[in-house]
């Protein structure tokens, strides 16, 4: 396991703080969700966030991501107004896509974020799209694709990864093996051992550095990303990180989980907020009570997101048909 000495203190506080933001609008957005006050799907990413946090701490601001269905740790950790991702959410006026979508498709081109999908693996031929743009303009910009293992079986990932290395584009592919696609056991439709060779296994299948990752140790998924993203940026082609790592609800808020308790008690121990809060502590970084005056003060803010929506109006049945290209 990797340890926060291996980095600078002000990036470990940094990773932290955008785990909690994550995690703290998840487990809001969940009772929001569950009372009945908003519509639609809700797919939360609680348990995955340090990967988003730890791939995207590496980016600049004019880089690019695309995410998927499970998405909100990824746009915020690339920087997403919290008002206008739960405003999207209540379906309000004042949300990302002006109350459109809902939950499947934030998106803000504005700092990169080339938008959630609710089409499993559709992120990838888009990042593909996105590298090549780049490589087209001569710029220093990469692009990250984050997708799951249902995703990875798919002919769009197979074909922008090879793509990718081909023309060893600036993109940066980021499994996020949480070891089931909706409810399919990754362990019926892999060969391979998916938590410890498939990075490898199939980076080499392309021509491209692959790593298999421990997505729940923050640190690890930053060095690793860092490596990943200083390659890209030197034109060196594409990097696949599989990133092991376990989602904490079941596919969708509502939904019936069918995986084992006593294999979700396992992983649920490995809780990658708890893991860094303690090395934290141990390592003097902060203290309980400044673990909580982070926790206090990333609630607040979540809190004046979901007032912001609340007061956030309606989309007048009128404006249905704007933006709609015909």
């Not at 915020?76 to 206008?84: E, F, H, N, R, V």
């Not at 594409?238 to 989980?257: S, V």
């Amino acid at each position: 396991m990797s340890s926060v000495k291996d980095i600078d203190k002000g990036i470990v506080l940094k990773l932290y703080e955008t785990m909690l933001k994550i995690r703290l609008f998840e487990e809001t957005e969940s009772r929001i969700y569950k009372s009945g006050e908003q519509e639609g799907f809700v797919h939360l990413y609680i348990g995955q966030e340090a990967i988003a946090s730890g791939v995207c701490a590496n980016l600049n601001k004019d880089d690019y991501i695309t995410s998927t269905h499970r998405g909100h740790g990824h746009v915020i950790a690339k920087g997403a107004d919290l008002g206008k991702m739960m405003a999207e959410l209540y379906l309000r006026q004042d949300g990302y896509c002006l109350g459109r979508s809902g939950s499947l498709h934030i998106a803000d081109v504005s700092i990169g974020i080339l938008g959630a999908n609710g089409i499993v693996g559709d992120g990838n031929p888009i990042a593909l799209g996105a590298g090549y743009s780049i490589m087209l303009r001569k710029t220093k910009q990469v692009c990250v694709s984050f997708f799951g293992d249902g995703a990875s079986n798919q002919g769009t990932f197979h074909e922008s990864a090879n793509m990718a290395a081909a023309w060893s584009l600036p993109v940066i592919f980021v499994l996020e093996k949480n070891l089931i696609g909706c409810g399919v056991e990754s362990r019926d439709v892999f060969q391979c051992d998916v938590l410890r060779e498939i990075g490898k296994r199939r980076g080499a299948a392309y021509g491209m550095p692959g790593f298999d990752v421990d997505g729940n140790d923050i640190v690890e998924v930053y060095l690793a990303a860092k490596k990943a993203v200083g390659r890209a940026r030197k034109g060196e082609g594409p990097t696949l990180l599989a990133c092991a790592t376990y989602r904490q609800r079941a596919h969708w808020e509502g939904d019936i989980d069918v995986r084992d308790e006593a294999e979700k008690a396992e992983w649920f121990k490995k809780d990658p907020i708890d893991r860094i809060e303690k090395q934290m502590i141990e390592e003097k970084i902060l203290t309980e009570d400044g673990i909580k005056s982070y926790r206090d003060r990333i609630q607040k803010m979540v809190d004046d997101a979901v007032k912001f929506a609340r007061k956030s109006p309606h989309p007048k049945p009128e404006d249905a048909l704007l933006y709609v290209y015909k």
